[in-house]
């Protein structure tokens, strides 16, 4: 086993007698949605699936961009890019930006009474209006041929993302919008060399979220770490396809282990 990963885990754990609230993040929403069981598995009985490596270059940008748009937040101008795409907001500037910010400092959150579940979730960037309204902001990068957008199947875990956070800010008593945006950087892959660098396009794409689906998605979550056993897995996940086909693999191994021995047993008898 590496250093990186704890098959067993035995600390944070939820426990259905415990009075202490319990803090599930966003990730740990997006886990229930994709699989109550692998989501029971990592916070009722502590396995979680392995990390994946992280993804070094993605947070390369996302340092950066961060550090770009908190130069407008200072002159309290809008960034050149959002002022192209028509976007008549500049970044918000609050004294708790950076806990909202970082996970390790707790990001957004907020105690849900009928649960006692923390729910909380760490933001790229806040953006404000003309109308003191808020908006959600989220820094994306990927390297691909043709227009970046936010349509695919897959990219619902993004918008989903920023309707939980739309949800969290609401809950914190800010005016927010529902349009959120996407700061998306797209490296040009056709270039005829790489040449130490890689260039990018930037696209801001706004999105009209709905965070309607949360609150009740909270509460089903909730029933799924009361329930006794285990949920039903998801049923087009590879892991488990995985998992099941070696265990018939081990087990009709183990099967045909036992009668030659029995049968050595048999004769030396
Ligand atoms: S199907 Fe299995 S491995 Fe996949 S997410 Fe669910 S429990 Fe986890």
């Known amino acids: 086993m590496s250093k990186y990963y704890k098959a067993k885990r035995v600390r944070n754990l939820y426990d259905p007698l415990s009075r202490k609230p319990y803090a599930?993040?966003?990730?740990g929403i997006e886990l229930f949605q994709k699989c109550p069981r692998c989501f029971y598995l990592n916070k009722r009985l502590g396995t979680a699936t392995p990390p994946a490596y992280p993804y070094s270059l993605n947070t390369a940008v996302d340092i950066l961009l961060k550090k770009e748009f908190d130069l407008f937040r200072r002159l309290?101008?809008?960034?050149p890019t959002a002022t192209y795409f028509g976007i008549n907001c500049i970044p918000f500037a609050h004294k708790d930006l950076e806990t909202w910010r970082n996970a390790l400092r707790g990001g957004i959150k907020h105690l849900h009474g009928p649960t006692n579940l923390i729910?909380?979730?760490?933001?790229?960037?806040?953006?404000?209006?003309?109308?003191?309204?808020l908006h959600i902001v989220d820094y994306k990068s990927t390297s691909k041929t043709g227009e970046v957008n936010i349509d695919a199947d897959w990219q619902a875990?993004?918008?989903?993302?920023?309707?939980?956070?739309?949800?969290?800010?609401?809950?914190n008593g800010f005016m927010v919008s529902d349009v959120a945006y996407?700061?998306?950087?797209?490296a040009d892959p056709g270039k005829p060399a790489f040449e130490s660098k890689l260039e990018?396009?930037?696209?801001?794409?706004?999105?009209?979220g709905d965070d309607s689906w949360v609150e009740d998605t909270i509460i089903q979550l909730h029933k799924c770490l009361l329930a006794p056993d285990l949920p039903e897995?998801?049923?087009?996940?590879?892991?488990?396809?995985?998992?099941?086909?070696?265990?018939?693999?081990?087990?009709?191994?183990r099967r045909s282990?036992?009668?030659r021995y029995s049968r050595s047993r048999d004769r030396r008898a």
């Open 157 to 171: 875990s993004y918008r989903h993302q920023v309707e939980v956070y739309q949800w969290l800010f609401r809950r």
């Open 76 to 79: 309290a101008v809008p960034h």
């Open 233 to 253: 897995p998801a049923h087009d996940c590879d892991y488990c396809a995985y998992f099941n086909q070696r265990s018939i693999h081990e087990s009709s191994f």
């Open 257 to 259: 282990r036992i009668p």
């Open 182 to 186: 996407f700061v998306y950087a797209n």
């Open 24 to 27: 599930i993040s966003r990730a």
């Open 119 to 133: 729910i909380k979730g760490a933001v790229d960037d806040i953006w404000i209006d003309a109308k003191d309204q």
């Open 200 to 208: 990018f396009n930037t696209k801001i794409i706004a999105y009209e």
